[in-house]
């Protein structure tokens, strides 16, 4: 087996653990609630597929329910796509491989989100340079097909279940980022954020729903900035 | 629907310029400057404000569950997932799994 074909393999039996566990439930979350509001199978796949972010997907469909424009829509889901920039600019030197073009780099950053670019960073100094990646595209790719599939089951299951389960699975994708959110603070600042955030989201959800997502990211994110700068300036 | 098709290209398309911005800038500018934390902020407090909504006042089919049941399944998620030395899926199955046995009792 070449190196390449070892990194691959690598990256598809290191993402078939928990990676791919805590991914499926969040899709099969995410299936459930597009059958909910009444995407087809393929729509909830190829949503998957092309946008490639939880987040982005859930405030695609939630804004749709409450009747948001479309522009209000595209500017939410791509504004909370931001964290990609920085995502990308770090992990694009550490997989750097001077053989290859730099179009390889752009396809491979079709598939970066949060679980597999984490890996990726982790896994990335112990590999030889050529090996890196084949194996941030072979445990990225399972990544989108492991959810691709769980989306497909969670569309499923909201029709097949009785109310109490489905109920269940439309908890899934809040309790998800729920945890996620608050397990993963690592600075002040983000956590600033997301203490304005989730004040600001339900007020302005009062106030206008359509643009609440927008409005709520825009004043609590601005808010906490601010406070964390203003803050340092006076402990400085 | 051609309207929702388009409308989901377009998150696809802007999601994407992100990343592919990420390749064409990477090792040209630095990542921690003021504005990449301003960006952050906005992202996170977005994420999280809508998390927060559909907990509190929910659509659809959640909209059926009582909101203290909503609030206690999301702290049984939290505690799981510490108790299980962060293991996300145990979290995230805990406070499924306590939506929907606090629903069947109260349906008793």
């Known amino acids: ?236 | 629907m051609p309207e929702l098709w388009l409308l989901v290209f377009a998150c696809a398309a802007g999601t994407y310029l992100w990343r592919g911005l990420g390749v064409l800038l990477s090792g040209r500018i630095k990542v921690d400057s003021e504005l990449f934390n301003w960006i952050a902020c906005v992202a996170y407090a977005m994420v999280a404000g809508l998390v927060m909504r559909i907990i509190a006042m929910p659509t659809g089919m959640l909209a059926q569950s009582p909101l203290v049941d909503r609030v206690a399944a999301c702290a049984l998620a939290l505690v799981a997932y510490y108790m299980s030395r962060r293991n996300l899926f145990v979290g995230v199955c805990s406070g499924v799994a306590a939506l929907i046995v606090s629903g069947y009792l109260r349906s008793l």
């Open chain 1, 1 to 236: 087996m070449s190196l390449q074909d070892s990194g691959y393999r690598l990256g598809m039996v290191e993402a078939l653990g928990v990676p791919a566990a805590v991914l499926g439930a969040g899709f099969i979350g995410y299936g459930s609630l597009a059958a909910e509001s009444g995407y087809s199978i393929w729509l909830t796949v190829v949503a998957t597929i092309t946008i490639w972010a939880l987040p982005g997907q859930l405030i695609l469909i939630e804004m749709q329910a409450v009747h948001a424009s479309a522009v209000a829509i595209v500017l939410a889901v791509v504004f909370s796509g931001a964290r990609f920039l920085p995502m990308t600019m770090s992990l694009m030197p550490v997989m750097h491989d001077p053989r290859r073009s730099r179009l390889t780099g752009y396809l491979a950053a079709l598939l970066i989100a949060m679980t597999s670019w984490a890996a990726a960073m982790r896994r990335s100094p112990d590999l030889p340079r050529p090996q890196r990646l084949p194996y941030f595209i072979g445990f990225a790719g399972t990544c989108v097909a492991v959810s691709a599939a769980c989306a497909v089951i969670g569309h499923y299951l909201a029709g097949a279940f009785p109310p109490l389960l489905r109920i269940g699975f439309a908890f899934l994708t809040p309790v998800y980022f729920f945890v996620i959110l608050i397990g993963d603070v690592r600075t002040r600042l983000a956590a600033l954020a997301l203490v304005c955030g989730a004040l600001a989201g339900p007020l302005f959800y009062l106030v206008n729903a359509q643009w609440s997502v927008l409005l709520a990211g825009f004043v609590g994110g601005t808010v906490a900035y601010l406070i964390q700068r203003w803050s340092r300036r006076t402990h400085a």
